[in-house]
T-cell receptor, first 113, second 114 residues
Framework: ETGVTQSPTHLIKTRGQQVTLRCSSQSGHNTVSWYQQALGQGPQFIFQYYREEENGRGNFPPRFSGLQFPNYSSELNVNALELDDSALYLC????????????FGSGTRLTVV | GNSVTQMEGPVTLSEEAFLTINCTYTATGYPSLFWYVQYPGEGLQLLLKATKADDKGSNKGFEATYRKETTSFHLEKGSVQVSDSAVYFCALKRLRGSQGNLIFGKGTKLSVKP
């Protein structure tokens, strides 16, 4: 049973650019959630995808968007990057929408300069 | 709104010392409560959970009891090991419609010295 895989592990972008982060969910999991973890802070919920549709969103602007594919993998896209977007982005998959049984990936460390 | 407050770290203990990390929450309704652990360079791992008042979650020697009267979920371990050094996050989950996102505290860094 594979876990949650995120790519890339690290990247550096320039302010104003766009970035795409990827996540492969754990086998048998149909729900993917994304979290942003700023340095020294707890993770904050960005949004959740279930059966290819967004079904929950935290307090993040529309320039944060996502996709979920038929194989339940997911992408997080961030447009018009700002310095404050520098953070660890965590993907978590679960076997249902209820939020139980989360498996987290190791994250993508994004640095915006 | 819903929120989690946990004691600030870092916490430094000697091996075999007793550990307590305080966590209190504010929530509408009856949330489920969790402790997650994050080792350096890794994602979050579920340590334990409790889904209703007076439930005790336990795992790997760690325990936490869901106290509704004090809105608390303090993490305890009787004898810590160097391998317990990590960042610990208290979290709550509320259900709104079909969504079940987690709300985390800021985390408490634990360092255990030999």
């Amino acid at each position: 049973e594979t876990g949650v895989t995120q790519s890339p592990t690290h990247l550096i972008k320039t302010r104003g650019q766009q970035v795409t982060l990827r996540c492969s969910s754990q086998s048998g999991h149909n729900t993917v959630s994304w979290y942003q973890q700023a340095l020294g802070q707890g993770p904050q919920f960005i949004f959740q995808y279930y059966r290819e549709e967004e079904n929950g969103r935290g307090n993040f602007p529309p320039r944060f968007s996502g996709l979920q594919f038929p194989n339940y993998s997911s992408e997080l896209n961030v447009n018009a990057l700002e310095l404050d977007d520098s953070a660890l982005y965590l993907c978590a998959s679960s076997p249902g929408q209820g939020g139980y049984g989360y498996t987290f990936g190791s994250g993508t460390r994004l640095t915006v300069v | 709104g819903n929120s989690v407050t946990q004691m600030e770290g870092p916490v430094t203990l000697s091996e075999e010392a007793f550990l307590t990390i305080n966590c209190t929450y504010t929530a509408t309704g009856y949330p489920s409560l969790f402790w997650y652990v994050q080792y350096p360079g890794e994602g979050l791992q579920l340590l334990l959970k409790a889904t209703k008042a007076d439930d005790k979650g336990s795992n790997k020697g760690f325990e936490a009891t869901y106290r509704k009267e004090t809105t608390s979920f303090h993490l305890e371990k009787g004898s810590v090991q160097v391998s317990d050094s990590a960042v610990y996050f208290c979290a709550l989950k509320r259900l709104r419609g079909s969504q079940g996102n987690l709300i985390f505290g800021k985390g408490t860094k634990l360092s255990v010295k030999p």
